[in-house]
């Protein structure tokens, strides 16, 4: 499941209590900003053609001190927006200060993924799946340089820091699967290091965690780091480098440059990806992958040749499921 | 004086009776025409001059790097440039609009040409500083700008740690060092702004008699003078820490990144006040100008520029909601920032008000000023929408926020600049320029401007994250808006760029005063002798001694 996306919306879902009094706040911001700015607009528009050089106009001074002006119209629209401050403090306030009952999610966050771990044990790379109905309490901290991370749906963000941690919690409402983001430039691929937050029925959540937690999860997160170790920039159809593609790989006969006939099975794969120039490829173009000798961990291989292993025999990364 | 419609000097409006030049000294820009006598001269009016056609050529570099974002913006999955591409394209952008235009715009050009003029001065404190400062400003900006433009640097103009100092491979350092080497300029400017206004009036010429633009800029030559060294201090530790793994940003050798963003944001928050005060004081210049009427309120302009330049080093922590600083510490910036609105509102309304019961002439400079005025008040008030903390956190580092602060630097400064460089113009180059062009500019800039970025406040409402290379399909549409608007404020800026600049030849001689205006700067020929007065200018009686007078004047100006 995918978020919706209409051509042109205009107001983003709200998917908690907080999110719809946040919109509450700004709609209400929203009028006084116009309470305050429209007289201006029209008095300028009605100045300007009332008062046009050559115009027959009133122009006698009308006698007003300006004093009396000039500090009614600097502590009225101060003490207006006040009110303001002190709304948004109540809410920010409350949303600092996360239940005790709160159910605890780990995110760590990295260039150029987001990975998270339920109470459970169960983990996720850039997709997250959560309870309704349950305060939900990230705990995040960054692996390298400072993320954030953003689920507008519940309107909150907060940075992801390498050196302590931060927290966010809220309370879904709504089942739904909606963007989640990292909203603090980090590099390269910032714009892509994200996924989804998909809210569930406590029901759901729990069957998820016991079956799709740890089978679906895995191929998820193995399509995360394919993603995130730029393998899909050469591997993907239709990326310039036309590297070998993954359709049908898995448990097909490769055809080596030296004449031996291979199976690609997860031995085959992993020795693969850690050490690209042995068995070269029959009729392949010139070798220019790196070797991921010691820059993958034991645990992300396994993710990766599981993600191989799921792919589908046409069409692209993203339809590979299990 | 007369209060009437009747507007004395309105016939003076088409001068056509050329001025009489025998036994006239030549002005500045013929006194000597040699390459040295430009590149070694001291008068501030012709370094005002190179400041001029150096700002302009960088904001030309950063304009076509945001047509480059814009044109990658098209598409929602980045098929146009790669990441990195874009990355370092709003790099450009940002330092360089920033850096090399925002930031000197004002103040280096107009300052630098009227603040003598103005308070009836020959010269700036300290000439040959002045000299210094462009070079000091030209080596640090072009190093920088082969680095950005040639080299690449993909950190955003914030330079944020610890990806500027241990993770970006692209040409960080000497980004670095020539944007550290720019603040000299800025302090160096700052200076002698300071000295020059407070020792170098003309007899007669009291503070409260100073026209608003000169207040605007002595207020921000403090912000420049009390700010910019945190900054440099900042950069160097950043270039320390990148170039000698000195550890104080970076967790991996024991710093801390906030303590950046803190050092940062003291000087950038207050730096929005160096592009912001300059542009208030064109303003406040051109209204009553072209209303025919002293400004509103003078006095409480005046303190309101100080009080802006106070109150705006209490508010940095305001850009730092959602990263990890105390509840406490948000909750007191976020007061602080509504009490900033304060000094800004008096502004906008004492400009309304100058314009009640005026005589009205919208020529080029007005139309801006009306642009600004509107533009400015949006700005204004959607970054008290930031400013409010439970709506920051959903709209912080959004589009909304780039929308909130073109609305302020473009909106504001960008638009200032073009009403200024139209009202002084027969000024600095004793030429008119095509006044029909100058309005349909106006309006397209006007235009063009409100369709690239209203609909990023759109765009941040709905959550589309700010310096996204690719981004979800749903945005699409109101991406394609703001790109199209871009390429009609793209042919608003390009049409002055041609005018001006045909004026220089063609355009019809400036009278000394085009457009009657009250100031010292009109009393003296257009463009000035090298040594700005003929005979000491005589100061006139109250400030913005214009034919329109409201009764408030007695109150105010005893």
């Known amino acids: ?322 | 004086m007369s209060a009437s419609g009747t507007i004395e000097g309105a016939a003076r409006r088409e001068p056509h009776v050329p001025e009489s030049t025998i036994g006239r000294k030549p002005d500045y820009l013929h006194a000597e025409s040699t390459l040295r006598s430009w590149f070694f001269t001291t008068d501030h009016k012709r370094i005002a001059i190179l400041y001029l056609t150096s700002i302009t050529g960088f904001f030309v570099i950063g304009a076509l790097a945001a047509g480059v974002v814009r044109l990658a913006l098209i598409v929602p999955n980045g098929a146009i440039m790669t990441n990195d591409t874009y990355n370092k394209a709003f790099t450009i952008h940002g330092v360089v609009m920033v850096w090399f235009f925002l930031i000197p715009s004002i103040p280096a050009t107009f300052g630098n040409f009227l603040i003598p003029l103005m308070i009836g001065a020959k010269d700036l404190a300290f000439p040959k500083l002045n000299l210094t400062s462009w070079y000091v400003f030209m080596g640090g900006a072009l190093f920088t700008l082969v680095a950005v433009v040639l080299g690449g640097v993909d950190t955003g103009w914030t330079f944020y740690a610890p990806l500027s100092t241990a993770f970006s491979n692209s040409w960080v350092l000497p980004a670095l060092i020539g944007v550290t080497i720019v603040g000299f300029s800025s302090i160096l400017t700052g200076l002698n702004f300071v000295v020059t206004i407070h020792t170098m009036r003309a007899p007669g010429m009291t503070w409260f008699k100073l026209p608003i633009f000169v207040w605007a800029h002595y207020a921000t030559s403090l912000i420049f003078l009390l700010a910019t060294p945190v900054i440099t201090t900042a950069l160097v530790l950043l270039i320390a820490e990148r170039a000698f793994h000195v550890g104080v940003f970076d967790p991996a050798f024991g710093g801390d990144p906030v303590l950046f963003q803190h050092l940062f944001w003291f000087y950038s928050h207050p730096a929005v006040y160096i592009m912001v005060l300059p542009g208030m004081g064109v303003i406040s210049e051109i209204v009553p100008a072209f209303a025919r009427k002293k400004l509103f309120g003078y006095r409480f302009v005046a303190y309101a520029s100080i009080g802006l330049a106070s109150v705006t080093f209490f508010v940095w922590g305001h850009h730092m909601f959602v990263n990890g600083q105390s509840d406490l510490a948000s909750l007191v910036f976020s007061a602080l920032s509504f009490a900033v609105a304060v000094p800004s509102a008096v502004k906008v309304y004492n400009w309304t008000a100058t314009i009640h019961k005026g005589s009205l002439r919208l020529d080029t400079p007005m139309l801006y000023a009306m642009g600004y005025i509107g533009l400015f008040v949006l700005g204004g008030l959607t970054g008290l929408y930031l400013a409010t903390l439970a709506i920051n956190q959903h709209i912080h580092a959004t589009y909304f926020v780039v929308a909130h602060f073109h609305y302020i630097m473009v909106g504001g400064t960008v638009l200032a600049f073009l009403g200024g460089l139209h009202f002084w113009w027969p000024k600095f180059t004793g030429r008119m320029y095509s006044e029909p062009w100058g309005r349909v500019s106006a309006v397209l800039i006007f235009l063009g401007f409100n369709v690239t970025f209203f609909p990023q406040f759109i765009l941040g409402y709905l959550g589309m994250p700010r310096r996204y290379a690719t981004y979800p399909p749903e945005f699409q549409l109101l991406n394609v808006l703001s790109s199209a608007g871009a390429t009609i404020l793209a042919a608003g800026y390009l049409f002055p760029m041609l005018y001006l600049v045909y004026s220089l030849w063609f355009g019809r001689k400036a009278p000394a005063n085009p457009w009657d205006a009250r100031g010292l700067e009109w009393e003296t020929a257009s463009p000035p002798p090298t040594l700005n007065f003929e005979r000491p200018p005589e100061v006139p009686r109250i400030p913005y001694d214009y034919p329109i007078q409201a009764t408030e004047a007695k109150d105010q100006h005893r």
């Not at chain 1, 593609?245 to 030296?258: E, I, K, N, T």
């Not at chain 1, 961990?297 to 993710?303: I, M, R, S, V, Y």
């Open chain 1, 1 to 322: 499941m995918t978020p919706d996306h209409p051509a042109l919306q205009l107001w983003p879902v709200a998917a908690s209590a907080t999110a719809v009094e946040t919109d509450e706040l700004i709609l209400a911001f929203t009028v006084l900003t116009l309470v305050l700015t429209v007289p201006v607009f029209i008095a300028i528009t009605w100045f300007a053609l009332r008062y046009r050089e050559g115009s027959e106009a009133d122009r006698t001074p009308s006698g007003i001190r300006s004093n009396l002006i000039e500090i009614s119209w600097m502590l009225i629209p101060f003490l207006l927006t006040l009110v303001f401050f002190a709304w948004g403090a109540k809410l920010f306030i409350q949303s600092k200060n996360p239940p005790p009952d709160a159910m605890v999610v780990e995110v760590i966050g990295r260039q150029w993924m987001w990975k998270f771990q339920h109470p459970t044990g169960q983990s996720e790379i850039n997709d997250l799946h959560l309870p309704i109905g349950q305060p939900i309490k990230l705990r995040i901290i960054s692996q390298d340089v400072i993320h954030a991370l953003y689920i507008p749906a519940v309107r909150m963000q907060i940075d992801a820091l390498p050196d302590r941690y931060t927290q966010m919690w809220f309370k879904a409402d709504k089942v739904g699967t909606f963007h989640l983001y990292c909203s603090e430039y980090c590099g390269t691929d910032h714009s892509v290091m994200g996924g989804k937050v998909t809210f569930m029925n406590p029901g759901d959540y729990q069957d998820w965690l016991v079956h799709a937690g740890a089978q679906q999860g895995k191929v998820a997160s193995g399509r995360a780091l394919y993603q995130a170790y730029g393998c899909a920039g050469c591997h993907e159809p239709g990326s310039a480098v036309r590297a070998p593609g993954f359709a049908g790989l898995f448990g097909s006969q490769v055809g080596l440059a030296d004449g031996r006939t291979v199976t690609a099975d997860a031995a085959w794969l992993r020795e693969k990806i850690l050490n690209p120039n042995g068995d070269r490829l029959a009729g392949g173009g010139k070798q220019v992958m790196p070797s991921f000798a010691g820059r993958i961990p034991e645990q992300e291989l396994g993710l990766l040749v599981d993600f191989i292993r799921s792919y589908p025999a046409t069409g692209h990364a993203a339809e590979a499921t299990r």
